[in-house]
């Protein structure tokens, strides 16, 4: 009997990897380059884990006017690449506990490396039958799934 040297195995390929081989080498690369930053693409949303530590940053900082479930309610489910990419999303509310025709606005954007939160209130005075209003701004970055650095950039009203 006659022994064989036994041959080394063959590694499976798949379609998308034996397709690639048939490129040349300028569209290898291309392709190479766009599969290996799609899996490494990551998609994160604003969840109400996040939105509560950044309330929690605001209220500890801050004035506010407004509840944990309005900027709940104006920021979950918000996909951060979205806003990296230039999409505001702005959501117009009640802060009051009451009817009245005083709206305020959350508004959220991304800029210069950091997430831009824009609160816009009109306050309702009784008196007057009148909103006066005012406006901030206040800026954040998103470090390790933790808000950084937040600051208040300006305040009008």
């Known amino acids: 009997m006659e022994l064989t040297e036994p041959k080394p195995t063959t590694e499976l390929k798949s379609?998308?990897?034996i397709k690639i081989e048939n490129k040349d080498d300028s569209q290898k690369n291309i392709i190479n380059d766009t599969l290996h930053?799609?899996?490494?693409?990551?998609?994160v949303k604003l969840d109400t884990d996040l939105i509560e530590k950044l309330f929690k940053n605001l209220k500890s900082?801050?004035?506010i006017d407004f509840k944990?479930?309005?900027?709940?309610?104006?920021l979950n489910g918000i996909?951060?690449?979205?806003?990296?990419?230039?999409?505001?999303f702005e959501k117009e509310m009640l802060f009051e506990d009451f009817e009245c025709k005083c709206f305020d606005k959350i508004t959220v954007s991304y800029s210069e490396k950091r997430y831009l939160l824009d609160i816009y209130e009109e306050f309702?005075?009784?008196?007057?039958?009148?909103?006066?209003?005012?406006?901030?701004?206040?800026?954040?970055?998103?470090?390790?799934?933790?808000?950084?650095?937040?600051?208040?950039?300006?305040?009008?009203?």
Do not use: Q
């Not at 944990?68 to 104006?74: F, I, R, T, V």
């Not at 996909?79 to 999409?87: A, P, R, T, Y």
């Not at 007057?128 to 300006?154: A, Q």
């Open 37 to 43: 930053s799609n899996s490494s693409l990551e998609i």
């Open 79 to 88: 996909n951060l690449s979205e806003l990296k990419n230039g999409k505001v």
């Open 61 to 63: 900082n801050f004035e």
């Open 68 to 74: 944990l479930s309005h900027l709940d309610n104006a």
């Open 124 to 157: 309702y005075e009784e008196e007057l039958d009148w909103c006066p209003e005012s406006s901030y701004r206040y800026s954040f970055m998103i470090i390790n799934d933790n808000i950084s650095d937040l600051k208040l950039d300006y305040m009008a009203g």
């Open 15 to 17: 379609k998308t990897e």
